[in-house]
């Protein structure tokens, strides 16, 4: 491949674009990286790593590095792996940036599983893995997404570490696993995640999740604690009790002492919520809704049948809960879907939304989890999210940000439009417009003027300089010689 002479100023429109494109890559990067990285050599290769996720082919750290950075090629592993940088401010400046550009109403929280092997893998162990339906060696990744009708894409993310590993001290050591990291649930983890998104400002979002964190109590009441409102998936065996059945008393007094506020006894014993849809089964309506964000034009039309009945939840812990404050378990709205033609109801969420909320809204939140999906799909498929085949830690929780960076600038480049004619050209204008797309013209861009100087580039170029060994190959090494 010859190499580009860039040497003198753009004279041409593709030029001047690739410019601006890495300049702005450049300038993200130096906004997401700030409160994380002190040095200018460090924000350089951060730079080339997230061009790197941009890329075509492999998105190891040995591939990305000789594309990037030519000769120094290792750089990038010891920046990944080795530096000890903390990747939770570059996290807060993702949230930030992100929240203002898709202009989000909801926060995600989900886990995906990879299948992995290797005794030394961080957190690598045999765990349910969502993505198989079953319990396989994998690693597990717990994170939080916000959503817009503009985009969406992921905010934070941690590692689950099962007990077998924070139990290890030999494992952890080796893995350079941080001390002060203990086994955690994926339900307390998703409960700290939204936590600290609280903690931002981010508290207006509306929670999502699936039956996993669903039928947590703990983690609803940790939403309702903080008056985050939320949408959960719960399953068909939660217990309810109707909003108009709800009449609780004290017992009579006995012998045996005061009558204490966690005695309260309930008229009716309560239902679950299948039960409580097949006797609602005349109110059910159809509701359209359509899922933004999709990749194909007119893809994300359904319909269905719905029904929201006011309900208290009643699972035994969490009405405990309530009455050892002396107070009413929130009143909450069970919106079901039971689709034309099935015996049954398919889904159930308990929602905590305002009681005027149209039954609309209400199914446009519930079906809004699904987004996930999609980032998911593009963090694997664009960025090479369960690409990364380093063993450490801090290697892993490295290359997650920069995949959420990366994610990021794609999102920015969708939204600021600066492909959009281009692409229309190209394909005409009723194409679709995904992160897909955009990338295909952002890697087109990225490597039309070189990589990333170690220096940090010139103001000319965006930070970008040309390399002899750019897109020439790996280096003649194999994986297991730089590990």
């Not at 690739?18 to 730079?47: M, P």
């Amino acid at each position: 491949m010859t190499k580009p002479n860039v040497s003198h100023p753009p004279n041409t429109a593709a030029d001047a674009d690739a410019v601006a494109a890495q300049e702005r890559l450049v300038a993200l990067c130096g906004e997401v990286f700030a409160g994380s990285l002190g040095r200018r050599d460090q924000h350089a290769k951060a730079a080339a790593y997230v061009k790197g996720l941009l890329g075509e082919g492999r998105k190891s750290m040995e591939q990305i590095g000789w594309e990037t950075l030519g000769e120094q090629w290792q750089g990038i592993q010891n920046f990944i792996s080795d530096c000890e940088w903390d990747a939770n401010p570059a996290w807060d400046a993702i949230s930030a940036r992100l929240a203002a550009t898709i202009e989000p109403d909801v926060i995600v929280i989900d886990e995906e599983g990879d299948p992995k092997s290797g005794y030394d893998s961080v957190g690598v162990a045999r765990q349910r893995c969502g993505r198989l339906g079953k319990v396989e060696s994998c690693q597990v990744v717990v994170s939080v997404h916000m959503s817009g009708l503009r985009g969406s894409g992921m905010v934070g993310s941690q590692l689950l570490m099962p007990e077998e590993w924070t139990c290890d001290p030999a494992r952890r050591a080796k893995a350079r696993v941080p001390a002060a990291l203990v086994h955690e649930t994926p339900v307390q983890i998703a409960t700290r995640l939204l936590a600290h998104q609280r903690s931002l400002g981010y508290g207006y979002l509306v929670a999502l999740g699936d039956i996993a964190y669903g039928r947590s109590s703990d983690l609803r009441m940790s939403l309702e604690a903080d008056a985050q409102p939320y949408v959960m998936q719960v399953q068909s065996d939660t217990r309810v009790r109707p909003a108009n059945e709800h009449v609780r008393h004290l017992p009579p007094q006995t012998s045996k002492g005061a009558r204490r506020v966690s005695d309260w006894e309930y008229a009716r014993a309560p239902v679950s919520v299948r039960k409580l849809a097949r006797r609602h089964r005349a109110e059910f309506e159809d509701v359209n809704w359509e899922n933004p964000d999709v990749t194909t034009p007119h893809a994300g039309k359904h319909t269905s049948r719905f029904a929201a009945i006011p309900v208290r939840p009643a699972m035994e812990q969490y009405e405990d809960a309530y009455a050892k404050q002396g107070v009413d378990t929130p009143l909450n709205t069970l919106l079901i879907e039971w689709p034309n033609g099935n015996k049954d109801a398919v889904r159930y969420w308990l929602c905590s939304m305002p009681p005027d909320t149209t039954l609309g809204r209400l199914v446009e939140l519930a079906k809004r989890r699904y987004r996930v999906e999609q980032d998911y799909h593009e963090l694997k498929g664009e960025m090479g999210l369960d690409k990364f085949q380093g063993r450490l830690y801090n290697g892993f929780a490295h290359h997650v940000v920069g995949c959420a960076a990366a994610q990021l600038f794609l999102a920015l480049e969708r939204v600021s439009r600066h492909w959009r004619e281009a692409w229309r050209e190209y394909v005409g204008p009723r194409c679709s417009y995904s992160i897909a797309t955009v990338r295909r013209f952002v890697h087109k861009a990225l490597t039309t003027l070189g990589t990333p100087s170690a220096g940090g580039g010139s103001a000319t170029n965006g930070g970008f300089a040309t390399s002899a060994h750019s897109r020439a190959g790996p280096p003649p090494h194999s994986a297991a010689q730089i590990a």
